[in-house]
Each structure stands twice: as C-alpha cells, then as structure tokens.
C-alpha cells in the first residue's frame, strides 16, 4: 500500500517522541540502579575486604626491580658487572620532617646539593612507602659516621644495592656506555610499570640500544605491613626476570692494543670482522671513566670532560666526521675498472700537479717534482694523486657517486649504537639542494683523492674496507653476538646485505696494489710490511685539515699541531683469505704510514694471532 | 498546546522568578546545577589536597561556563538551527586541521593553539554533531527511511572517526553516543536497535584490530586489573580499595586516606568520585545519583515540552548524553567499565568539559524558556 512519506504527522510524531522520552528515562533509572548494585557490593558486601586493605595502607605493592643483564666481550670478559655497594636510604613515609632530616644528614656526612635535588626528584616519582637512595657507593667512612646516629633517624637505613660497574672504565666507554640516573625526560617515556622501582636507566652505548633487553622485567609483591610499615607479612608474589645478558663480538684485548696503540693522540680504531661484520675493536681516544656517571657525577668533573679540548665524551668511530684521503682512492680505482674509463695497465704521466683545461689553478701532487708515469698499481701503492686527478676527471662525480654510494658512505652504518652520523658523500643533487650552486669541474678532481666536501665515519670507511674484503658482500657492523635469557639464547643482529655486483678481475687488482702498499719498497705503509709472515693489503690516507697556498709548502715541523694532517689507514687481511678490516683514524697524526698504519698494523697480528691460537 | 504546570505558573507570578524568566534560566535545573558545583567544590578541596587556588580557578571556570550558558539560553532556538550545518561544518574542518597538525608535530594531539588560550575542536563537536543530526531529520517525516538512517549515521561517523583518531576513544564514543541519541529519539524502530546493538558485539574483533596498544591495554586490564597492578591495573585497584573501605557512610570531609597518601592517581580530575565514595560512602553516592537523575529528568522534561521537531531531537539527545557522561565515568571508577578519559562532569577538576556542559544546558533553556514567548 502506498504511503505518503513527505508528509508530517505531527501528532503520531509527538507520541512516538513522548514515548521514546518515557523509554529513555526508563534505561536510565535502570543502569543507574545498575550503578548503585554495583557500590552496594563494594560499599557494603566488600567494605571488610576493602576496609582491610586500605586501612594504613596496609598492603602494598612493592616492585621487585630485576638485576640488570651484565655485558662480556666475544671472550666472556666482564664490561659491565653489577657490585654490591651500600647506599643510604630513605622512605620518605616514615620521616616526619623530610626537610630536617636531609639538612641534618647533609651536615653530618657533608653530601652535596645537587645529590639532595637528585633525591627529591626521584622521590616525587615514587610512592611514599618505596625506599629512595640519597647516597650511592658509600665509603667505609660515611657509614661509620652513620651507624653511630642511626638510632635517631627513623626512616634513615643502609641498604645495599647492586651498583653497575665498568671494570674497563675509559677502555669500553664509547661502547658499552654507562646507565644513570633516570631523569625527568625520561620519566615520560619509559613505561611507568616497568621502571616503577628502577633508579637507573642505560644513557649510551650498548646500555642504551639495549636497555629493553638489559633491564629485565619488574616483578611485585604484595606486603602487608603493620603501622610501624614493618613488612609482617608478604603474599602473591610475582619474581622479577632478570636482564638478558649481552655478549658482544668486541675482543677486549685487542680493543685494549689499539686504545694503547693511539696513547698521545685523538682518533679512532674500528676493527670488523670480515665474513659477519661483528665488530672487534671500537675505539675512540680519548675515552672517559663511565663509573662516575652511575652514582651521580659531580658537577665540577662532568665541567671538566665538557670543556675539557680532547673531547672525552665524543665518540670519534660513531660520530667522528673525517675527510677520508687516500684511503678513498682504492675505491675510485675500483669504480674507473668497473666503469671502464680506464685499464689496470694503462699509465698516466704525473708532473707533480694536474690542470684541468682552460684554468690556470694547479692541482698539487703531494709529492713535489711528481711521480712520472704511473699504472694504477703504481698509483696506488705511492698514492698518486694526479693519477686520481685524472682518473676522477674522466668517471665524472655522477659515477663515482652511484659508486662510492654501494659502499655505505653517505649513509648510516647501521651499527647497534644509538647517534651514528651519517658522513657525506656529495653529488651534484646534494649541491644544488644544500647550497644552492652547481657542481664544478674542480670539485670533481678532489673527490677523487677523498678531499673537498667528502666526510666520512671511521666505523663507515671499517664497513667500506670489509665490504671490499669480501669481494662487493657487503655487512652491516654489529656488536651484540648474543642475547642470553634465563630460558634462552638470542643470536644478535647480524645481517646480510646485498651483494655489490664486482668483476672478481678487478677486485683482485685492486687487492693486489694495496698489498703493493704494504709490502713493496715504494709502498706508502712498506714500514709495517716487514718481518710478517701473511700479506697486509692497505691504504694510507693523509687528511688535510686545512687549505695550504698555491705556493706554501706544507712543513709538518713548522705547524700548528691542531692543524696538522690527519693521519688515516684502511687495511684487511690475510689479504689472499681476508679475515678481518680495520680502518684507524689518527687526528693531527701527519702521516698515514707512519702513524696510522703501525696502529692497525699491531692490531692485526694480534688478532691473526689469536685465531691461530684457536 | 500543553498547559502550564503549577511550578510554571510559581515561576511566571514571583519576583525572582520572574527575573530569572527574564534571563531565560530555567529554574529547576539551574538550581541543580548550583548544587552539583557546590558539591564540586567541597570534594575538590579534599581531592586537590586542601589547596585554595585549585577551587579558586575552578570556580573561575565555572562562572564562565555559567556565564556562557545564560548567554547561549538567550539565543532563540530557531538560531540554533539555522547554525547547526556551519558549526558542525566548522567543526570537521577544526579537527582535520587538528589532525594534520598532530601529523606534522609526531604524535597525538587535541589541541589547538589559537593565539593565547588553546582550544579543543573535539569539545565543539560533542554539541554540534546532535545539532547537525537533528536539523537533518527534522527536515523529514520520522521515523527516518533507511536512506535518511545512512546519512545521518555518515554525519556522526565522520566527527568520531576524527577524534578516535587523534586518539581520543573517550571524546569519540560521547559524540557517537550523542549522535545515536538523536536517532533513538527520532523513533527508530526497536528491532533495528536491537540488530545494530548485536552486529556491533559481533563487530567488536574488528575494532579490536584497529585500537592502539595502549587502547587494547585498558580493555585488558579492565578485565583482568591484578594482570598488571604496577602499571595500568593499578587505578582500578586502588580506585576500588578507596570507594569499598568508605563503606556506607564513608570516613568523612576530608578523611579520604587514599588519594591523601598519594595511593589514588587523578584523585581530583577522572577518578574524583572515588574519593567522594570514599568520604561519603553509600549515601553520598546514592545522593550524587539522585542529583544527576534530577537534572537528567528535567532535561528529559523539558525535551519532552519542546514544540518542534529540531528542539525535541536536540534536547533529548543533549539529555541522554549527559547520562552517558556520568555513566561512563561513574562505571569506569566502580570498574564495570574499561578506563576511558572521560571526567565526572560538572565534578571534577578541569574546563573545558564544563563549558561544553553548560553550554549543552543553555541550549536546553534557550528551547524551554522561548517556546512560551514565540509559540509555535
């Protein structure tokens, strides 16, 4: 039947309306006595339950905060323990004047300022019936002076804690990190639950990338505790699961050879091994004690490494930005043989500088008076750099871009550490964006030899070295080998990459010119070549820190030590069976094969060594 | 026409009744409201730990939220709805620049930031997506035909969507919940509520993919609080101890123990009915109740006395969703329901839900006390 829908009815409407208002009020008398049920259980039927539990608080939820996972080198030596420390505590719910007591135990055992505002923030995050370290580490002395008042401080107690310790202070630093007090950043992200108990979270290094593994979950217990908040007794526990413990693919020793081997400089030695890419040294010079940094370090000390000229607390390997020299060159080479724009064989005449048509700018050789006519073996081995001039002239910055690009520079590592810097690998698109200027000729020539705009990691130009090594596979450097739970064991983060497409031919020259390099007499690094029983295949590389005039001569003697070259050295070997690649940076070293080389030079034949041992 | 009732013959003949007619302030629930935010204030001082400037700058918020409902009872109904698509249209555009901004700033975000004071296009939208809604069916024949019904339920899924993205589940359920309301009084049929109510249970595995982890979290810990008492169990636990040790006449002004020591998180903005439960037991609660259902009533009375179809829809939709206001945190606190944001309004401590509240009651005057002065 046909209805008429555009009409109104008003007065059908008007009931229906009417209605739904009665139904309406009808639903909501109905839940609100739903409501009321509900607060007559917990009112009335549960009071006595609830009575009972609210009453002086008596129970409460206590934490269990889990022992943090500790950290060994690939060896199972310790980096990062945990020690029993004492430490004075408070809680807070059973100190009638907080105020006083602080001011009177800050007199008696002379503690700083900045360790009360460290307390009374943590303590704000904190229930009132969760004990609060106001010292960390005390010494024999302030708990003597202690025990003698303890009698007057409610309140007051000596707890002992496990306290994170490096035994390795400034050796591993830059890598393992170090955990510190939580601060109030931090409170805002880290899930609440977890770190309900927690004093202490990872800041850097492997502490940091890690802390979820590390940290362990929290676990709680229920305590009941009469008015004196004396726990009387406990019930549903949940334990606590410990940290993971991490063993990384770092030999501590050799990491220890090339530490000592850089004393007197800054710079960084990073060591991969070649087949997995797990890293076996990571160091950067100076380092810094992280010890301190666990029990809260003082303000005059944490000054002194800021300011301090050497830069302690930056990490050269991660975050060092290097023009890479000569080290570079292998790869250009490499890339003029794959592209074609030139022979193994084929020679290029060096008078001691390069001009590029039309422009009177002379491109200087290092070598004054020049290296005559050169192969690329040759201009390898005594590092040429007209041959590079021209070589780069001929592929064009757009080749060498796309190829230098294949070996990671430019671009993150991908090593597990947090702030890695990502380098630079300049191309004309980069030029136009950043700079808003195109490419010129000249800029192309100096790419060629690793200067100009070129900037790269000591942990990249590592990646690039065994990514050579190993034929165009290319690795991505981890530090995390394994993961070990209570229930199981994780393998850590190694991947494989792709494979950089490489004629085996040209790797090979290549290879060989770089064992020229070490260990033929015109070789740049020929000082190490000596007296080792398999062959080093390496390149030198001296970085210039500053512009030397057209008709200056650079006198290593005569200059400023901080301007002074940086001295650089990539190498791997056994180079017919590569088993490990190093790349050191030695800042105002002058030299690469004087300086550099020797560093990576020890560091190799310890490891070759120890893997004979095996 | 209805005849007036006794209490609006009082209202037109005494004095101050006829100064508060004159305001347009419909007595009932003005007085009611005056006694909630009393009550407000009294519990407020308990919550917010005895401190003066906390009552003071709610009190603030409150007479301006006050002042904006008698402006908003000034304005006839019919200029509610002849605004209702802009403002609703406002709305939408509001939240999308939220939305993109958040987008830009990495994270969630609800606000936004127009010159000095900060504005939350969400709390709008509680209001004009009931508005939006009814001026759409007012125009037809109701019940809606399924056409009308596909529409309407576009317009409220747009402003809810919005907000759920943000995310802000608490805010989107109330505008859904205001939007449905409309539909419910327009007189859908009961066997389609019925059908919706249960497709939209079988639906829940669905929309249980698309909530964020901390989300699914409450859900979780909603039905299992003990699972995780350090962390988000932790409210209900502690909000249950408070409301069950007050017992039936609870421990009095100012003995909340609770959320003294710091047990009871949000003692003074979502989980202040906890300590009022706490400090007034079972009789102050039941009072509490009784007071919400006076106001709910007369708002239900005076949707019930609405002359046109727009009035009628929007206030009945106003009405019921204040109840699902209260019910929401109210069950939340007992733990009958999942935690939500959603504050005890007119209660606990904060602004922009009271304006909006109030707002809401000024529309509710404006159609009760205009519709004598312009008949219909």
Redesign the interface.
Known sequence: MPRI?????NSV?NQ???N??IA??CI??F??I???V???Y???V??E???T???E?SVK?Q?LVPTRGMIYDRNGKILAENTQSFSLELIP?QISDLDTTLTQLQQLLNIPNEKIDQFQKQRKRQ??FISTPLLLSMTDEEIAKFAVVRPYFTGVDIQSRLVRHYPYTDLAAHVVGYVSRINEAEMKTL????Y?GSSHVGKLGIESFYETQLHGK?G?A?IETNVQSRAINTFNTVPPAVGANLYLTIDIDLQKTAYDALEGYNGAVVALDVQTGGVLVFSSRPGFDPNPFVIGIDYDAYQALQSSENQPLYNRALRGLYPPGSTMKPFVALAGLEYNAISFEQTHYCPGYYQLPNVPHKYRDWKHGGHGAVSMSEAITESCDVYFYSLASVLGIDNMHQFLQQFGFGEKSGIDLVGEKMGLLPSREWKQQQKNQTWYPGETLITGIGQGYLQVTPVQLARATATLANGGKIVTPFLVDKIVTATETQSGSETHGKIIPLKSINVQHITDAMVNVVHDAHGTAKNIGKNITYHIAGKTGTAQVFNIKQEAKYNENTIDFKLRDHALFIAFAPAENPKIAIAVVVENGGHGGSVAAPIAGKVIEQYLESLNAK | MQSETRHEQFERHSFFGNFLRKLHVDIPLFVTLVLISILSFVILYSAGGQDLDVLIRQATRVALAFGLMILLAHVEPYQFKRWSVILFSLGIVLLLAVLILGEIGKGAQRWLELGAFRFQPSEMIKITTPMMIAWYLAE????P?PKQLLIASALIALPTLLIAKQPDLGTALLVASSGA?VL??S?LSWWFIVGIGSLLTALTPILWHFMHDYQRARVLTFLNPEA?????G?HIIQS?????????YGKGWLGS??SE???LPESSTDFIFAVF?EEF??FG??SL?VL??LI??RC?FI??QAND?YS?LLA?SL??TF?VYV?VN??MV???LPVVGVPLPLVSYGGTSIVTLCAGFGILMSIHTHKKLKPY
Do not use: W
């Open positions: 829908y555009t009409l109104k009815n409407e229906v309306f009417v739904r208002i309406a009020f909501v008398v839940l609100t739903g409501l009321v509900r607060l007559v917990l009112q009335i549960g009071h339950h609830y009575a539990l609210a009453k608080n939820i934490p719910e229930k009132r899930p609440m639950s977890e309900r929290t709680y229920e | 037809y024949a109701l019940p035909k309301a419910f009084f007189g995780d008492p350090l962390g988000r932790y249950k101890i408070a409301i069950g040790s007050g017992g039936v123990t609770q020591l710091d047990f439960a037991g079972l609660c039941v109740l919400y259902l709910i009533s239900l949707a019930s179809t009628r009945g009405a019921f109840f019910f109210i069950g007992i733990g009958v």
